[in-house]
């Protein structure tokens, strides 16, 4: 059974926000995503001050099995990301939500994260699949 | 054990090493090496015997049913690489003029001659040297044709979410945008998402067909007509010839640029690892620009089209004519095969394919898209055995080597999960056919009985199951002494 924390949103293609206090969002893949892509080998991330649209593919998650985009949840400029992957590809798979973590972005609007799933919706949306 | 594990210092190949030294002086001093190669010191017969042994060990055509799908991994006659490799062909130098050769021109005249029939295009290049490069070739052609008419606004290139990776790479490496046309739950493109997507930005649709989910594309005139009438080109992914061959004809589905893998089809398999041969073929408005050089038969003799004939072509994308080896192999596989032989071809690759997938359905293997007719290959998903059993189409794979098969492709297309796409080619019998089913029969008893079998699966071959994330992660291709 996939891990859904109840304190984040969830976009369609897989990935988790979390609003922090400073008004930026943090985001990932699930837990879900990971299960599906397996160990990962390999993560490319986008430049810091990169605007990314909603949806937009701004990095790859690769596996054995396959190289996947991760799509933007939201909106907004690209203000950090996690530098530790390069070397670690492994914490996405052990700590999806934690040291996992992939960007975090100055969101264009903050109103677009509610536009996103709640995480019942989500738990529902990867039962349905 | 590797060969420089049977090294021992000073051991040599006594009777036909030189006696005395060669030596170099006539080499600049300064580009003689100090120390000897470390090359392995061993016997004559260790080094036979070492690679026989490792030949043995591998799977192959010729010792497995090798149901790899999108490799078309058949019988390929002996002949047609016996032929390819007469001397006239295979001592003739590239640089050597036209009229020295007139054999060899011929034969890939022909060849030209009866791929353009095969598939209905208006010519043919036969020098792209694999897939990917023979699409490169196909959108540098699209892109060179908008070029010439100032038509600069179209910058993305559509591309069918299920589509080889190759396709949104090559749109990229030509320099357009890639924009991804989703598919339905029937494994059809979403004709009413590609409506909404064509305009005036549309250099043209990357169209596969028989399209990578083992189906056939069934609004194929539909989705021409709507990105022709956008101003956009067509071209048609033709990796996949094998279930089509001389039944249906891209040129007559109005496409406009057509790929083949010639290493899948005609005789090399793809699976091999190369080399191979992609040519490309072009309906009217995009011969100019086709890549050269080109064979052309001035009714007295066969000559080379090049930059100079066609002023107008991308250019050049190998040395001479590409992977020529591939290319006399499949010329002679065409002659042997000819016109009803190739209708065989696609009918046997779907029969046997059509046939495989209703016998696995029928032992329990889950379809992907179980509503639809095979084309030569089909994918079967484990999502249910790795819900229930925690078994992934890995195991199977694994443990299918176990039963003395080649796996089937696993993991792609990356749209099903958990999947494998079984091509059983035309060449396999009915009882090889039903062995691979009572294989697979027999390894989902297991999953349900004991699952461990299957996840540290395989069993009975020299290595056991790789640790694929440890050798991704931490690459190391050297051998390094102690
Ligand atoms: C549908 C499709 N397109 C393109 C290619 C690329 O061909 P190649 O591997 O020769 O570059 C393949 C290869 O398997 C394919 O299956």
Known sequence: MSDVPGDLRYSKSHEWVRVNDDGTVTTGITDHAQGLLGDLVFVELPEVDHEVEAEEACAVVESVKAASDVYAPIAGTVVEVNEELNDAPEAVNQDPYGAGWLMRLQPSSVEDVERLMSPDEYQEYIESE | ?482
């Open chain 2, 1 to 482: 054990m590797l060969i420089f594990e049977h090294s021992r210092p000073g051991r040599r190949a006594g009777v036909q090493a030189p006696a005395a030294e060669a030596s170099a002086d006539d080499l600049p001093a300064g580009l003689l090496r100090e120390d000897r190669p470390a090359l392995p010191e061993v016997s004559e017969m260790q080094a036979v015997r070492h690679y026989t042994r490792l030949s043995q060990k591998n799977f192959s055509i010729d010792t497995h049913f090798y149901p790899l799908g999108s490799c078309t991994m058949k019988y390929n006659p002996r002949a047609c690489n016996t032929l390819a490799m007469l001397p006239g062909i295979l001592a003739r130098h590239p640089l050597a003029p036209a009229s020295e050769g007139q054999g060899a021109l011929a034969c890939l005249y022909e060849l030209q001659e009866m791929l353009k029939e095969v598939t209905g295009m208006k010519a043919v290049s036969l020098t792209p040297a694999a897939g990917a490069q023979g699409e490169f070739a196909g959108v540098a052609m699209i892109r060179a044709y908008h070029d010439a008419r100032n038509d600069d606004a179209r910058d993305e290139i559509l591309v069918p979410d299920a589509a080889h990776g190759t396709n949104p790479a090559t749109a990229t490496m030509c320099g357009y945008k890639v924009r991804e046309i989703p598919t339905l739950d029937n494994g059809d493109v979403d004709v009413d998402a590609l409506r909404e997507a064509v305009g005036e930005h549309t250099a043209g649709i990357m169209l596969t067909n028989p399209s990578t989910l083992g189906v056939f594309e069934r609004r194929i005139k539909e989705i021409a007509d709507i990105v022709h009438q956008a101003g956009g080109l067509l071209y048609y992914d033709g990796a996949n010839l094998n279930a089509i061959l001389g039944k249906v004809r891209p040129g007559d589905m109005g496409f406009d640029v057509i790929h083949m893998n010639l290493h899948k089809t005609f005789s090399t398999p793809h699976g091999g690892g190369g080399p191979g041969a992609g040519p490309v073929g072009v309906s009217e408005r995009l011969e100019p620009f086709m890549p050269v050089p080109i064979v052309d038969y001035d009714g007295d003799e066969y000559v080379w089209l090049t930059e100079k004939e066609r002023p107008q072509s991308i250019g050049r994308l190998s040395a001479f004519m590409g992977n020529a080896g591939v290319l006399f192999r499949a010329y002679v596989y065409a002659r042997l095969l000819g016109r009803e032989g190739m209708h065989r071809v696609a009918e046997f690759a779907t029969l046997n394919a059509n046939y495989l997938m209703k016998r696995l359905q029928q032992a329990g293997f889950d379809l992907a898209f179980p509503d639809r007719r095979a084309t030569h290959e089909f994918i079967v998903t484990l999502k249910r055995q790795m819900k229930e059993l925690n078994v992934s189409a890995m195991d199977v794979a694994k443990r299918l080597l176990d039963y003395g098969y080649h796996a089937p492709t696993t993991y792609f297309p990356l749209l099903v999960p958990e999947c494998l796409l079984i091509e059983p080619t035309e060449t396999e019998s009915r009882e090889e056919l039903d062995g691979f089913v009572e294989a697979m029969t027999r390894i989902l008893e297991e999953a349900a009985g004991d699952a461990g079998l299957l996840h540290e699966a395989p069993h009975t071959l020299p290595v056991r199951r790789l640790d694929e994330v440890r050798a991704a992660r931490e690459l190391d291709l050297r051998w390094k002494a102690g």
